[in-house]
């Protein structure tokens, strides 16, 4: 996948959001990868490192990365990860 629907300036403000907590996810291992932002403005992502593996990725990618990004971005509806390890219950 390809990000194609968005213009260079917009792709460095998300970057920019990503990059502020980057440092507290490669702490643990992690990182995430831009894949695609999609024509309803949804960021797709994919967890890279103990991130892809960790249980608690849903809560870090909706506590964490989506609050960073949308607080930079509002354009930004939502952030989806397309390999998120489940909560188990």
């Known amino acids: 996948m390809a990000v ?3 213009d260079q300036d917009f792709m460095l403000r998300v970057e920019d959001a990503l990059d ?4 507290y996810l490669e702490a643990d291992g992690g ?3 831009v894949l695609e932002i999609t024509e309803d403005m949804v960021l ?7 991130c892809g593996s960790c249980p608690m ?4 990618l909706k506590a964490g990365v989506e609050q ?3 607080k930079a971005v509002p354009e ?4 989806e990860a397309v390999n998120v390890t489940p909560l188990s219950v």
């Open 20 to 23: 502020q907590i980057r440092p």
């Open 68 to 70: 960073s990004v949308l």
């Open 76 to 79: 930004i509806k939502s952030v």
């Open 44 to 50: 797709k992502l994919e967890l890279l490192g103990a």
């Open 4 to 6: 194609t629907n968005v």
């Open 57 to 60: 990725s849903t809560m870090t």
């Open 31 to 33: 990182n995430v990868k």
